[in-house]
């Protein structure tokens, strides 16, 4: 599932992020050829933008990829919600289609490692984080500074039981707006998440400046490299 319905507020394109020109690309085209290109990926379903979904598809199909389009939802987790209806396999991936950068490998390593251990509900992308981090109150008083070897960016793809994620996200129906990605509600929920060590450069394009270090990048991918 990938998740492609935000409005990209702060890219400020004048239109959805998904459709944005990264590297010579639109920015959800880049996601959708590292799917494609990843073994253990059977079929793909891209959640749009509200009545963008009949564009989404054109997108798709332009890039020779065969996806099934579901409306997105007022939140990004709403949105993965109204994606996981048309999924009936065993292992869901999740992506956000604002990281371009995800290489095909990285994908089919997440899958692996979940499909390795049974007693597992997830199994995300993430890389140590480099800052130190502060938790601050709401006046920015600093709290607490965790310990930061043990601090983790979380990132997509994110893996898990279909299953588990479905009852993750109902079981948090009420909360989904304070969701920040899936493991969350799947961690509330009780299951078990791990973590695979992603490159650092799966960067997520928010803003204007972090859309040209993606394309910077991108543009050294040699373009077979997700044939
Ligand atoms: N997303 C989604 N449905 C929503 C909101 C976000 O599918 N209702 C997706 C976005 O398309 C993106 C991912 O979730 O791929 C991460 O969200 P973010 O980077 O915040 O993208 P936007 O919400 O589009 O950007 P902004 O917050 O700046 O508006
Ligand atoms: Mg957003």
Do not use: C, Y
């Amino acid at each position: 599932v990938i998740a492609a319905a935000g409005s990209g507020e702060r890219l400020g394109a004048g239109g959805p992020k998904a459709f944005v020109e990264v590297a010579g690309r639109p920015l959800l085209a880049w996601s959708l050829a590292a799917f494609d290109a990843a073994a253990s990926v059977g079929a793909i379903v891209v959640v749009a933008p509200p009545g963008e979904e009949k564009r989404i598809g054109d997108l798709a199909a332009e890039a020779g990829i065969e996806g099934i389009v579901a409306p997105g939802g007022e939140h990004r987790s709403k949105s993965v919600a109204n994606g996981l209806l048309h999924v009936d396999t065993e292992l869901v991936v999740v992506h956000d289609a604002a990281r371009p950068l995800v290489a095909p490998t990285l994908i089919d390593e997440v899958v692996m490692r979940l499909q390795g251990d049974g007693g597992v509900a997830g199994v995300i992308a993430a890389a140590p984080v480099a800052d130190t981090i502060k938790e601050a109150s709401l006046s920015r008083r600093v709290l607490r500074t965790p310990e930061r070897s043990r601090l983790w960016g979380a990132q997509t793809p994110q893996v898990f039981r279909t299953g588990i994620l479905r009852q993750a996200l109902s079981a948090h129906a009420g909360e989904l707006e304070f969701a920040t990605d899936d493991a969350s509600l799947v961690e509330r929920f009780g299951g078990e998440v791990l973590i695979h060590e992603a490159p650092q450069q799966t960067i997520k394009v928010t803003t204007p400046r972090v859309l040209r270090v993606a394309e910077l990048l991108l543009a050294g991918r040699s373009s077979t490299e997700l044939d």
